[in-house]
């Protein structure tokens, strides 16, 4: 049993490295989706087209992508507290050079150091997580983390475009880079990769039960562990298909669609992205605890899948939508988005408990490699179907081809969850 000093510290210490981390992860969020609402602006500022929008956004995904697996390994040795701090100075970093670049390359590479940076904060928010809290509590946590850094998201639609209206895109990311650095600070001073480090028992061993046992041997034999698991991957290609084309359309081309196809200006285009992300947002907690109430993981992920298949459809056929019934699909889709969220704890429970971060890092892999290949992709397309009339501004027939590309990318999300391994929302892996 725990003293009260005791109990005081454990919850101090587990809502200060939560708070942190999670601050850090809002950001993260902010960057992977401002690019939607400042896409005209930078357009402007570097005389760019299509596929060079979609190439500057995309950087960020390169290096997150590139990054994950090696996040995932350093989280499980380093720990999360010293590479959150060490992101987010290389992050407050490359949007101070994003925000003040003059050229297109020197943008690029400041998205990329932003992307860099940022690529660690998520995997080390569930590694704490799992650290922090109950087993049996991660998929609502895991949801918790998810609907937080959406706020992000949800900064970087209508409270961004409302704040472009006094000062510009550059002095926001000055700003935002600024309080990356202050964060990486506060991450080095106060978090703590787990209650051992403070002194106090896991959370496992206050409930009685054996602590998970250590990973012995080397990092890579983890990572080996990891990767041969047949269970491991599907859950990779559901984060390739659904949350790729939600981080592609919802990230840089639903505003343009919106703009081009609709009429709408960035104000109603962005209210629209708010309501995706919105979706998403409160779709990732609530998915998460219903899971963990149901007790089932694969049945729930198939049904939001599908729900975010549909909504696809007359976005993509350029159905004349209401304005009540344009809000409710991007709601519903933001809604049918969220079920990729629990291929995270899906990776966690069919791995060892000390290869948490590996597991999730690599499924996590799938979304931003997605991201990276759609951003640009699909502007290109979308340059292509315009030169071939020659058009002054892309129309609904110019983005089709982009948008039959998302909803393949979608469908093959859908079919990878009949593949995954259903957990009961348990370990299945024997540690």
Not at 122 to 142: G, Y
Request: net charge positive.
């Amino acid at each position: 049993m725990l003293t009260h000093a005791q109990a005081s510290q454990l919850y101090r210490l587990r809502w200060t490295a939560f708070a942190i981390v999670g601050l850090a992860y809002i950001l993260s969020f902010f960057h992977r989706f401002a690019p939607a609402v400042i896409a005209g602006d930078l357009q402007a500022a570097f005389s760019a087209s299509g596929a060079q929008l979609g190439g500057l956004a995309a950087t960020y995904f390169y290096i997150y992508t590139l990054m994950q697996i090696p996040t995932g390994v350093l989280a499980d040795t380093l720990g999360p507290r010293r590479i959150v701090t060490i992101g987010g100075v290389i992050a407050g970093a490359g949007a101070l050079l994003f925000g003040l670049a003059d050229t297109l390359t020197l943008a690029s590479v400041g998205r990329l150091l932003v992307g860099l940076g940022v690529s660690v904060t998520f995997i080390s928010l569930l590694k704490l997580n799992a650290a922090w809290f109950h087993d049996r509590h991660f998929a609502t946590l895991t949801g918790l983390t998810i609907l937080l850094g959406n706020v992000g998201s949800l900064l970087a639609a209508s409270p961004l475009a409302w704040v472009l209206a006094y000062v510009s895109w550059r002095t926001v990311f000055v700003a935002v880079g600024g309080l990356s650095l202050l964060l990486a600070g506060l991450a080095g001073l106060l978090v703590r990769n787990h209650p051992g480090e403070a002194g106090l028992p896991s959370l496992r061993e206050i409930d009685g039960k054996t602590a998970h046992p250590p990973h012995q041997g080397h990092w890579y034999d983890g990572l080996l562990i990891v990767v041969r698991n047949r269970a491991t991957w599907p859950g990779l290609w559901v984060n390739f298909g659904v949350s790729g084309t939600l981080f592609a359309f919802g990230g840089l081309w639903a505003v343009p669609f919106l703009r081009d196809v609709y009429g709408m200006d960035r104000s109603a285009a962005t209210g629209h992205t708010t309501l995706l992300l919105a979706g998403f947002a409160l779709g990732a907690f609530f998915i998460g605890t219903l899971s963990d109430k149901l007790g089932r993981r694969k049945p729930v992920i198939i049904g939001a899948a599908l729900a975010y298949c549909l909504c696809w459809l007359p976005l993509l056929l350029g159905w004349a939508l209401p304005g009540g019934l344009s809000h409710a699909l991007f709601f519903v889709m933001g809604l049918g988005a969220s079920g990729f969220t629990l291929t995270w704890s899906c990776a966690k429970e069919v791995n060892p408990h000390a290869l948490s971060g590996m597991a999730t890092s690599v499924v996590n892999t799938g979304a931003f490699l997605g991201t990276g290949i759609l951003q640009p992709l699909v502007g290109w397309a979308i340059d292509q179907a315009q030169r071939s009339h020659g058009g002054a501004a892309p129309v609904l027939a110019d983005y089709q081809t982009g948008m039959g590309i998302m909803l393949g990318f979608a469908l093959a999300g859908l079919g990878a969850a009949f593949f995954v391994r259903e957990t009961y929302c348990r370990y299945v892996a024997a540690d």
